[in-house]
């Protein structure tokens, strides 16, 4: 019976759903905990669950991308620049140039789609290093950021954006009572709406696509992915236009947040969208990943910033501190799930 009960326990272990189990239980642990801890200064608040999600769509959208990317085998560090740049631009063009919202919108997504396709063509046709041409990326995308404008531009005169940006969803539901006696409702943003449909599609295409299956078997092995007839280049480049996509759509979201574009704006971003996904059970030697672990990736990152705000004695520094260690854990998972996929082909 011992012996049925460890096998299966095994199987379990060793099957691609499990990392994903250890992130979910993870969140709600967390969250559970804050509760018990910081239940009096609201954190088992509805509402503050939905600023969680207010103030990290850009990353779930980021992080989704980073995701596809991942399960081919191959990586992106240039997503914040291009965050940043998107940002910049989306600023100039609506602030200093009197464009519309929607011609910015459009300039700065068909901007990340090119962004994308020569990445993808460098890393697919080429077969450059994904680290080393992201970090090309990287510079380029912050270097031109510099060159529109090293003063920050914030958005003031474009009403359409100010107003998506600040428009609030009202939910039926988790109302609070304030010291006034008025009953509150709690909210959401657009900007939430959009990353959620974001994930979404993407979940979607990954689970049920031919170009979602296609995505596992590259990253599992190229080799085999092209004795089964899969176009592997075509597929890498698909998966980074699609990051590119991804990448500027975060970027206005991130804007949307913040209203401005400056420099130094999403620096470290695409280290968080890394650890998000990779928390959230996506393998870095590609072949295994999830949205909806990610999603849950970029939840807890969010808990630990709602305990950090919650207490307010702690460093915000705590919360990178936090993070390079569940990363550390979750790699070191992987290296064990990576082991016991080993063991089971013998």
Same mark, same amino acid.
């Given at each position: ?16 759903? #499990?990392? /994903? ?13 804050? &509760? ?42 240039? &997503? ?5 740049? &998107?940002?910049m631009m989306l600023a100039s063009m609506m602030e200093l140039s009197g464009v519309?919202?929607? %011609? ?6 068909v901007f990340g789609i090119v962004f994308g396709f020569v990445q993808g063509w460098? %890393? ?6 994904? #680290? ?51 009953l509150l409702y709690p909210f959401i943003h657009p900007s939430v709406l959009i ?31 092209? /004795? ?12 980074? +236009?699609?990051?590119? #996509? ?9 804007? /949307? ?6 420099? =130094?704006?999403?620096?470290?971003? =695409? ?6 996904? &990779? ?20 939840? +807890?990152?969010?808990?630990? =910033? ?23 854990? #979750? ?16």
């Amino acid at each position: 019976m011992n012996s049925v009960v460890y096998d299966t326990l095994r199987k379990k272990a060793g099957g691609p759903n #499990f990392l /994903l189990f250890i992130t979910v239980v993870m969140f709600f642990f967390m969250y559970i905990i804050g &509760v018990a801890i910081y239940g009096s200064r609201g954190f088992g608040n509805v509402q503050t669950l939905m600023n969680m999600l207010i103030d990290n769509a850009g990353l779930i959208i980021a992080a989704s991308g980073m995701t596809l990317v991942l399960i081919t085998g191959g990586i992106d560090i240039s &997503v914040g620049s291009l965050v940043g740049l &998107v940002c910049m631009m989306l600023a100039s063009m609506m602030e200093l140039s009197g464009v519309s919202t929607s %011609v910015a919108i459009t300039v700065v997504l068909v901007f990340g789609i090119v962004f994308g396709f020569v990445q993808g063509w460098l %890393v697919s046709y080429l077969k450059l290093q994904p #680290f080393i041409v992201t970090l090309a990326g990287m510079f380029f995308c912050r270097g031109l950021t510099a060159i529109i404008s090293v003063e920050q531009i914030a958005i003031k005169a474009n009403e359409t954006f100010l107003a998506l940006a600040h428009k609030n969803i009202y939910l039926p539901f988790g109302a609070t009572m304030n010291k006034r006696g008025i009953l509150l409702y709690p909210f959401i943003h657009p900007s939430v709406l959009i990353a959620l449909a974001a994930l979404a599609v993407v979940w979607y295409i990954c689970k049920y696509t031919r170009f979602g299956r296609s995505l596992y078997a590259v990253g599992g092995n190229e080799t085999s992915a092209l /004795l089964m007839g899969i176009n592997v280049r075509r597929t890498k480049l698909f998966a980074y +236009i699609l990051n590119g #996509f991804l990448g500027s759509l975060a970027g206005f979201v991130f804007c /949307l947040n913040t209203t401005s574009g400056f420099v =130094e704006q999403a620096r470290g971003f =695409e280290m968080e969208a890394i650890s998000s996904a &990779v928390i959230g059970g996506t393998l870095l030697t590609g072949g295994v990943g999830n949205v909806i672990g990610t999603f849950f990736g970029v939840l +807890i990152k969010a808990t630990i =910033e709602t305990y950090i705000r919650s207490d307010g004695t702690l460093s915000s520094w705590w919360n990178k501190i936090v993070l390079s260690a569940l990363l550390c854990f #979750f790699i070191v998972l992987q290296s064990v799930f990576a082991s016991l996929k080993q063991k089971k082909k013998q």
